[in-house]
């Protein structure tokens, strides 16, 4: 298992378009995070899954953005109606239980025109 | 919300010196970890503190964590060219178990050789 895997690298999109993200975490752990992280800035969260129960999502999460692990392995990123203020790189992190540090992938760089 | 805060933001120093960062944050933690990010790509994890603990060391990194003043310091000794990136600190609370970070701002550590 070489990692946390996240698809595609980069995407840009028109304003109102819908996107989705994918992310492979490695396969023991049962814990994935997504997070968003915009220029100068740290990454803020998003929402997590431990296995396929989506267990917290934040404020930032509006109704256009959902998330789904089925069966409790991948998971997507959905953004609806695109707007100019959802681009940035959206990063997804897995965990194992009592682990001790995330794995992140190298995250999706979004950009709306 | 942002919970770690970094100081200084912006550091430039010749290869072989030491590189210190330091953060602070507000609430109680179950423990604060660092983060390096090069440009452009997802984060990696460096070292993890728990609250019980005082000083940590990974190869050329020291981490300390002072609980009463909510606040630790990340020291990169004999630095390397390799070293520039952005370094992040960030707690986990671990509210709820769900081992939810809070990053701060970053660190940008350039590494001149």
């Known amino acids: 298992d070489t990692g946390v895997s996240q698809n595609p690298r980069h995407k840009i999109t028109k304003r109102g378009q819908n996107v989705t993200f994918r992310c492979d975490p490695i396969?023991?752990?049962?814990?994935l995070y997504w997070y968003r992280q915009t220029l100068g800035q740290g990454p803020e969260f998003l929402t997590y899954?431990?296995?396929?129960?989506?267990?917290?999502k934040s404020r930032l999460l509006s109704d256009r953005f959902s998330a789904e692990r089925p069966k409790g392995s991948f998971s997507t990123l959905e953004i609806q109606r695109t707007e100019q203020g959802d681009s940035a790189m959206y990063l997804c992190?897995?965990?194992?239980?009592?682990?001790?540090?995330?794995?992140f992938g190298s995250g999706t760089r979004l950009t709306v025109v | 919300s942002q919970q770690g805060e970094e100081d200084p933001q912006a550091l430039s120093i010749q290869e072989g010196e030491n590189a210190t960062m330091n953060c602070s944050y507000k609430?109680?933690?179950?423990?604060l970890q660092w983060y390096r990010q090069n440009s452009g790509r997802g984060l990696v994890h460096l070292i993890l503190?728990?609250?019980?603990?005082r000083e940590k060391h990974s190869g050329r990194l020291r981490v300390t964590l002072d609980t009463s003043k909510k606040s630790s310091s990340l020291l990169i000794t004999a630095s390397r060219a390799a070293d520039t990136a952005s370094y992040f600190c960030?707690?986990?609370?671990?509210?709820?178990?769900?081992?939810?970070?809070?990053f701060g701002k970053g660190n940008q550590v350039v590494v001149i050789p």
């Open positions: 960030a707690t986990d609370a671990n509210l709820y178990g769900n081992n939810r970070l809070a």
């Open positions: 992190a897995s965990l194992a239980s009592g682990g001790d540090g995330y794995t």
């Open positions: 503190i728990r609250s019980n603990e």
């Open positions: 396969s023991e752990h049962n814990r």
């Open positions: 899954f431990q296995n396929e129960a989506q267990l917290e």
């Open positions: 609430t109680s933690i179950n423990n």
